[in-house]
Nanobody, 124 residues
Framework: QVQLVESGGGSVQAGGSLRLSCAAY????????MGWFRQGPGKEREGVVV???????NYADSVKGRFTISMDNAKNTLYLQMNMLKPEDTAMYYC??????????????????WGQGTQVTISS
């Protein structure tokens, strides 16, 4: 049974940093595409970043240069380092996984498995 558990959300001021974690259970992260998507208040879900099974990454333009995705396959854990945060980054952030092969961040909201989400709030 696949389970994803996020942690690391919180409230910070603009310009600050947060690191999100996503612990994966029930499968090996070596064989899944994984990523992050978010949903802000009154907004549609949007893909943020994807990492495919070969470790290639693809970022949304809105976060490129500020966010970094990484994977620790030994710990079966996905991370999202978020720097230079902006108020518009405020959203519920979800970790997602899919056994398919995906290289585009826009695919992440459609992934088969999601976590429960972790709230990120950025104040100006």
């Amino acid at each position: 049974q696949v389970q994803l558990v996020e942690s690391g959300g919180g409230s910070v001021q603009a310009g600050g940093s947060l690191r999100l974690s996503c612990a994966a259970y029930g499968y090996s992260t070596l064989y899944y595409s994984m990523g992050w998507f978010r949903q802000g208040p009154g907004k549609e879900r949007e893909g943020v970043v994807v990492i495919d099974r070969d470790g290639n990454t693809n970022y949304a333009d809105s976060v490129k240069g500020r966010f970094t995705i990484s994977m620790d396959n030994a710990k079966n854990t996905l991370y999202l380092q978020m720097n230079m945060l902006k108020p518009e980054d405020t959203a519920m952030y979800y970790c997602a996984a899919d056994p398919g092969y995906y290289g585009n961040y826009e695919a992440v909201p459609g992934f088969r498995y999601w976590g429960q989400g972790t709230q990120v709030t950025i104040s100006s």
